[in-house]
Nanobody, 125 residues
Framework: QVQLQESGPGLVKPSQTLSLTCTVS??????????WNWIRQAPGKGLEWMGTIAYSGSTYYIPSLKSRTSISRDTSKNQFTLQLSSVTPEDTAVYYC?????????????????WGQGTQVTVSS
């Protein structure tokens, strides 16, 4: 059984960089052909796919966030990390990591087979 667990600070100040880590157990993040995604849900809004890192290490980002987003991985720890720079209060959301078995860019929950429980991040001074 694959399990994902997000970790990181719950409060970030405006203009700072948000950094979250997803620790994966029960499966390797380098296994063909899985993709490891970051998805968020702002208050009152739907799920928004932010980006992904593939089994190969390739990364893909939603264009609207691409200039501020970086996803990397540590294969020795079976973790992948999201960094979102220059945050504003509009980046306040519950952040999820999730696995997909193909490149997915949607906010449809059904496109992802395993999810973390989500972590609340608030951007406020």
């Amino acid at each position: 059984q694959v399990q994902l667990q997000e970790s990181g600070p719950g409060l970030v100040k405006p203009s700072q960089t948000l950094s979250l880590t997803c620790t994966v157990s029960g499966g390797s993040i380098t296994t063909n052909y899985y993709y490891w995604n970051w998805i968020r849900q702002a208050p009152g809004k739907g799920l928004e796919w932010m980006g992904t890192i593939a089994y190969s290490g390739s990364t893909y980002y939603i264009p609207s966030l691409k200039s501020r987003t970086s996803i990397s991985r540590d294969t020795s720890k079976n973790q992948f990390t999201l960094q979102l720079s220059s945050v504003t209060p509009e980046d306040t959301a519950v952040y999820y990591c999730a696995r997909s078995n193909a490149l997915k860019t949607s906010g449809w929950r059904r496109d992802y087979d395993y999810w973390g429980q989500g972590t609340q991040v608030t951007v406020s001074s």
